[in-house]
């Protein structure tokens, strides 16, 4: 079920959230457990059954932890949890992988074929495994406490926003606010707010710009020439920002309609003038995840120079291969840790005395290439994009059939995407609303719309952005009665 699809929107959200005020405090973690668990199986009910056996083993291994006897009996309990987590991943994400690469090897080498693994990828469960193995960190770690009773625990991991893309949820941010939380009217406002500007993105920016950007890479490599390849690549640079910033803000803003505060996974990181600048604003719970769980238990910046930059690779290494199975995503993890190695040299130095323009020309560049081996089917094909990026193509420069996928919606769509990319939108209004509305200056963008305070103070300024909020909704609306495109980028992993 796809949060931009009529059936949620409709359906299933009205009745979630209805019955959620209805019942009793006592009552709504177990409802919202079962919506969570409907949720999931609606578009994966044959998995459901692994994602229960993953809620039940892990919360018997997070007591385990809790109840040992001995610090060493508690590293014995986690270093089998966290094995089994990562097994049931790599089954089922990487088994095809691995056992199709290893007959191509033995086929080289010795003429002859093994059997290979086919299996079928689960929704989200790159995200509840990290969830899980976050769980039974933290627990060994005692920065959070384990949870007594296994529907708390189910409703952690198959919490519905979060559930299938993120943001990925560290256990100790959220352990409070699974047994109290506060659902209040200027909370739940705030939710509405950021969902319809995040539906926003996703429909108004990511589904236009992602049409475009498939149309392109649906072109073979030869043919395609320069100014088509960095059109093609800047549609894509500007849709997956638009596509899982957008899933991010609604994921947020749906978790604040339950009383839950999720953490923020985006902070405008295309104008980053470095590599290392951009994994500090983009997939924020990803990156810090990482860092978290691996990078810092490895030694962090803690050991030498050698080993420090090896960790920091192997790390990215590990990211690219979590996005998916494929040597695409492979290569896009190695050539962000090789940059990243790269910036803690004498060349990050040089970088930082560089003027920021250019270190954003240089960042801006380093993404969109990299870009290209997430978005393309294969790395033979990324390869011969990237070719035709920088001219090494027989294709004309002059391409009069790039009027045909550079319409006038398209272009408006780029422009806005390109702005909204930046904290220019947000500083205007800011700046708007300090000369018009004095009063709400010191409150966060967006802001509470429904917040009693704020109508008493000024309601045409409640007005205006109850508005705004409902014209983004109803031109969503009718863009998803019209069109079909709906798919979020980051379902697929």
Same mark, same amino acid.
């Given at each position: ?116 693994? @086919? ?71 705030? &939710?509405? @707010? ?8 996703? #429909? ?17 490599? @030869? &043919? ?78 803690? +050991? ?62 380093? #993404? ?41 919606? #398209? ?5 806005? &995407? ?24 010191? @409150? ?24 705004? #909020? ?12 019209? &069109? +079909? ?9």
């Amino acid at each position: 079920m796809v949060f931009s699809s009529a059936i949620f929107l409709y359906v299933f959200l009205p009745i979630t959230l209805g019955l959620y005020w209805a019942l009793t405090y006592r009552l709504r973690n177990i409802w919202l457990l079962i919506a969570s668990l409907t949720f999931y199986a609606w578009g994966e009910p044959k998995y459901l059954l692994l994602m229960a056996a993953s809620i039940i083993f892990n919360w018997i291994i997070g007591l385990l932890i809790a109840r040992a006897s001995s610090r060493k009996l508690q590293f014995v309990i986690l270093t089998f949890g966290v094995t089994i987590n990562l097994l049931a991943l790599i089954y089922y994400k990487y088994a095809f992988f691995l056992t199709s690469n290893l007959d191509s090897l033995i086929n080289f080498l010795l003429g002859k074929h093994t059997s290979i693994v @086919e299996t079928v990828l689960p929704i989200g469960i790159s995200f509840f495994t990290f969830h899980s193995i976050s769980y039974i960190v933290d627990i060994y770690r005692k920065e959070a406490d384990a949870l007594r009773n296994p529907l708390d625990m189910g409703l952690y991991i198959s919490l519905f926003p979060q559930l299938v893309a993120g943001p990925i949820i560290r256990y100790h941010d959220i352990a409070e606010q699974i047994l109290h939380r506060r659902n209040t009217l200027e909370r739940f406002s705030s &939710g509405v @707010e950021r969902f319809a500007f995040g539906l926003g993105k996703k #429909v108004l920016i990511a589904n236009v710009l992602g049409q475009a950007a498939d149309s392109i890479f649906a072109l073979p490599p @030869e &043919g395609i020439s320069t100014p088509m390849a960095w059109f093609g690549i800047v549609c894509y640079t500007l849709q997956i920002y638009f596509d899982f910033s957008g899933y991010s803000d609604m994921a947020i803003g749906l978790a604040r309609m339950f009383g839950f505060e999720l953490t923020e996974n985006f902070n405008y990181p295309y104008i980053s003038t470095s590599v290392r600048e951009f994994w500090r604003r983009w997939h924020i719970s990803l990156s810090t995840w990482f860092r978290d769980y691996l990078y810092i238990p490895l030694g962090g910046n803690r +050991t030498s120079p050698l080993r420090m930059r090896i960790n920091l690779f192997t790390v990215f290494l590990l990211c690219g291969l979590w996005h998916g199975a494929s040597w695409n995503f492979v290569f896009w993890g190695a050539f962000h840790g090789s940059l990243l190695v790269l910036e803690r040299t004498r060349i990050g130095k040089w970088l930082d005395a560089m003027p920021k323009f250019v270190g954003w020309i240089y960042t801006i560049m380093m #993404v969109m290439i990299g870009w290209v081996f997430f978005r393309a089917d294969s790395f033979s094909y990324a390869c011969s994009y990237v070719a035709a990026m920088f001219g090494f193509t027989k294709a004309s420069w002059f391409t009069p059939q790039i009027g045909f996928y550079l319409n006038a919606q #398209v272009f408006a769509t780029i422009a806005l &995407g390109a702005i909204l990319s930046t904290p220019l939108a947000i500083s205007l209004a800011r700046d708007w609303r300090e000369r018009r509305f004095p009063s709400h200056s010191n @409150e966060p963008l967006p802001a509470n719309i429904l917040a009693l305070s704020a109508f008493a103070q000024n309601p045409n300024y409640v007005y205006i952005r109850l508005i705004a #909020v409902l014209a983004i909704l109803t031109i969503c609306a009718a863009e998803m009665a019209a &069109g +079909t495109y709906n798919p979020f980028i980051y379902f697929r992993f």
